[in-house]
């Protein structure tokens, strides 16, 4: 066991951060609370918070783990990391996701950091594609997206009604309001065999914060499948949100469902995990729904199906 710190994009800000936290916790022995760099004051139970720089005296190894989606963070985390090296710790790098700024062709700052770990598990192929372009020499092996096989936890979803659900998870924002906008008649054709199905939402972030994956939902059900009767209603509430979800909770959520359409990678690989058709939309820039599916598209339960839908059709 060895006293490790956690450098990560955000910590802990949504469902998929903490899915990929625990993951790393439970991936990674050391000796509890694991260290995370942040500039929060605290950390949930089994974890301490601490300056992103310097790296904190006496740590016996450091991690870089989960998704980075900006560039100044990706960079951060490699600085600290330098620094820590730089007094003789070993380095890990963990089931890694570049996306986004994080994810140009052209190195971040400090890259060369990453040559000093024994081996780079990166989550998806995508991330895979771009240590190589970034001509990183240490091994690369691909993990795919592993917080998919974390227990469920069902007791959320034991409140849901019988019968065929249809899971929701598109996110928010005006951007993407415009990519599907324009894609209405193709989305309700797509989507008919659902029709008059409950809709159970899938939020991974907290209502209100950017990217509001509940109120994309609703937004989207509303033009999409009108008249759908909206369930769970309580998680509008942020404070109710943060309460009632965990990622266990929500794969209990997806678990239940009959279909499940996103374009949020986490819940399209708890889907796959469970044995859940999931339907990845591909709407604007984001591309990490395109990722999730293109990796895991070997293990696709029957029924699913990555779309670009069509404007105007």
């Not at 996110?171 to 309700?188: D, K, Q």
Request: proline share 12%.
């Amino acid at each position: 066991m060895s006293r490790t710190l956690l450098l990560t994009e955000a910590p802990f800000r949504d469902l998929l951060s903490r899915a990929l936290i625990a993951e790393a916790a439970s991936a990674v022995p050391h000796t509890p609370p694991m260290l995370v760099a942040t500039r929060a004051p605290r950390a949930p139970p089994g974890f301490a918070a601490v300056p992103p720089f310097p790296a904190p005296p006496g740590i016996e190894q450091v991690m870089i783990a989960g998704a980075f989606l900006s560039r100044d963070a990706l960079e951060e985390a490699l600085d600290t990391a330098a620094d820590a090296v730089a007094a003789g710790v070993p380095l890990i790098v963990h089931t890694l996701s570049l996306e986004g700024d994080a994810a140009r062709p052209v190195p971040p700052f400090g890259a060369e950091v990453l040559e000093r770990a024994a081996e780079i598990t990166v989550r998806d192929h995508r991330s895979f594609n771009i240590l190589l372009l970034w001509r990183v020499a240490a091994p690369v092996r691909l993990a795919p997206y592993p917080e998919r096989h974390a227990a469920p936890d069902p007791r959320l979803a034991a409140t849901l009604p019988s019968g065929p659900l249809l899971g929701l998870s598109i996110r928010g924002g005006e951007e993407m309001r415009r990519a599907w906008s324009a894609r209405v008649p193709a989305l309700r054709r797509l989507l008919a065999p659902a029709a008059g199905w409950p809709v159970v939402p899938l939020p991974t972030v907290q209502p209100g914060t950017p990217g509001d994956d509940l109120s994309g939902s609703r937004t989207f059900a509303e033009a999409v499948l009108p008249g759908a009767e909206a369930l769970l209603p309580d998680l509008a509430d942020p404070v109710a949100w943060r309460r009632l979800l965990t990622p266990a909770r929500l794969k209990g959520l997806v678990a239940r469902c009959a279909l499940v359409v996103t374009n949020r990678d986490l819940p399209a690989a708890y889907a796959i995990a469970a044995g859940i058709p999931v339907l990845g939309i591909a709407l604007g820039a984001d591309r990490r729904i395109v990722s999730c599916l293109a990796t895991l598209a070997n293990d696709l339960p029957p029924g699913s199906n990555l779309v670009h839908p069509l404007a105007g059709t």
